[in-house]
Each structure stands twice: as structure tokens, then as C-alpha cells.
């Protein structure tokens, strides 16, 4: 998720994302629709969120990377760490994707044609498969973006997803709705793990996941609050809720102008 802007001022690390597959093979350009078959394999079989991850990210991750031209070890960086030796660092993204807007020739309008067909393969793989097993394997967990690494690895499938339709896709395709931000108790966890409130998931639904991150990284309006006890769509510490957008200090400023006409009544 180099690609994308982080706060500089923020107390908040980036995440980092860890380069799991080590020796094993990623996907190649022309594998993507049938390589977990080359692999005896598949996503819903993983028994875990780390092999789920694993699997994840050798097949969607990479396999999107080589279908728009980007070998996997071009994204494989080397990083100090106590748990993990590489990691993943997509900043050369960006360029690539301009070079393919910008191309006007027929091979280039056949690429175009590959990176949808296989964007559409990993959104239905993520919405079918992906995100009922993280829902499962979540169950009982405490999972945020900077405390699990297969969360993490999982997450940027997704913000890669959405930056490839971002940029490449038709205008009602760029305003596609996370498939993670909504009912995912990792990202509320995330939120929570930044000084934000939870239900921020669902009541800035119409945020696409690489702005949902990107905000991640914004300072809290008030350190001060607790958001803990906030439920999935309100949050207790503002008033504020899906529905009414009513605020505690707005709510306070009526009272107190009532209070003053009353004053002056008497």
C-alpha cells in the first residue's frame, strides 16, 4: 500500500505488508484464471487466515501485479523487523498504471481487456470466498491492520483491486463499495486502534478502501474520547448515529440557546 498517501504527522506507522510467499510460486500473467488449479488448490480450502493469506496474495495479489506487467520481485522489498524479513512495496503502481491509460495502441487496449477480465475473477474470488472465510477465521479474534499480518496481506488484495478499477475501470466502476469495510470486525478494530470510532465503517459507507486507509492516517478529532463502547453504527461518545448525523455539541448549542431566551423571559 505504498502507492497511497499517508499523513505525514501521524502518531500511526503505515502498515506494513508482509512478502509471505518466500519460495513458493506466484502467479504468472497468462495463470491467473486457473492457477490455484496448477496449484491443487483452492482459497476455500485454506484452514487458517495466515495460509488463507498466503494463498491470497501468490495468487490475486501478484497475479493482478504480472497481468499489468509487474514481475513479483519488483515489488519485493527488504526490511529491518523482529517478525518478518521482506515486505511487499507496490509504490512503482502508479506508473505503470498511467503508461497503460496512456497507451493508445492495439496491444495496449488488449491489456486492458486482460486486467478487467481478471479484476472481475478476483472480485467475485474476494465476495464469494475471501471475505466469508476472514469473516470466520475473525470469530472470537482481535484482529487490526497493524496486529495481523494476514489481515494486512488481505487488505491490500482489496486496495489493490480498487486502485487498478480506480484508475482503469468506467466511472461507476471507481465508486465500488468495500468489500472490507463493511461488517469486517478487523477494520472497526483498525478504527479503533487509531482513536477513531468504529462505526465510522458504516456510516462513511460510500468511501472507497484506498480513502478508507488513507483516513486511517488523519488525527482524531478528540483524543480525549473513548470509542470502546461504541456500537457497529453509533457512536456514544458524539450522539451521533447512520440516521440523524445529530451530534452531542450541536444538541448542546440548541439547549444552551434555549436556556438564554429562557433568561430572558424571566
Not at 120 to 127: H, P, Q
Amino acid at each position: 500500500m505504498d502507492h497511497l498517501t499517508w499523513y505525514p504527522q501521524s502518531s500511526i506507522p503505515p502498515v506494513q505488508v508482509p512478502y509471505v510467499c518466500g519460495n513458493e510460486p506466484t502467479c504468472k500473467k497468462d495463470q491467473f484464471l486457473d492457477f490455484a488449479t496448477l496449484q491443487g488448490w483452492e482459497l476455500k480450502q485454506s484452514d487458517s487466515l495466515a495460509q488463507l493469506a498466503t494463498r491470497s496474495q501468490a495468487w490475486l495479489f501478484f497475479g493482478l501485479l504480472a497481468v499489468i506487467g509487474i514481475p513479483a520481485q519488483n515489488c519485493r522489498a527488504s526490511r529491518a523487523s523482529a517478525t518478518f524479513e521482506n515486505v511487499v512495496n507496490a509504490s512503482i503502481l502508479p506508473s505503470v498504471l498511467r503508461s497503460i491509460v496512456e497507451g493508445d495502441d492495439e496491444n495496449n487496449v488488449a491489456l486492458i481487456v486482460d486486467v478487467m477480465t481478471a479484476l472481475a475473477r478476483a472480485e467475485e474470488l474476494m465476495r464469494a470466498e475471501v471475505i466469508p472465510l476472514i469473516k470466520e477465521f475473525e470469530e472470537g479474534e482481535t484482529l487490526n491492520l497493524w496486529s495481523s499480518q494476514p489481515y494486512a496481506i488481505l487488505f491490500s488484495i482489496e486496495i489493490l483491486i480498487d486502485t487498478i478499477v480506480f484508475v482503469l475501470g468506467d466511472e461507476a466502476d471507481s465508486r465500488r463499495v468495500s468489500l472490507f469495510a463493511q461488517g469486517m470486525e478487523g477494520i472497526e478494530q483498525s478504527l479503533l486502534h487509531v482513536g477513531k470510532c468504529r462505526s465510522l465503517a458504516h456510516r462513511l459507507d460510500n468511501l472507497r478502501s484506498s480513502e478508507f486507509y488513507v483516513l486511517l492516517s488523519f488525527p482524531s478529532g478528540d483524543i480525549r474520547s473513548d470509542h470502546s463502547k461504541c456500537n457497529h453504527t453509533s457512536c456514544c461518545c458524539f450522539d451521533v448515529d447512520q440516521t440523524s448525523y445529530r451530534t452531542r455539541h450541536v444538541e448542546d448549542c440548541v439547549m444552551a440557546k434555549r436556556f438564554r431566551l429562557m433568561k430572558r423571559s424571566l
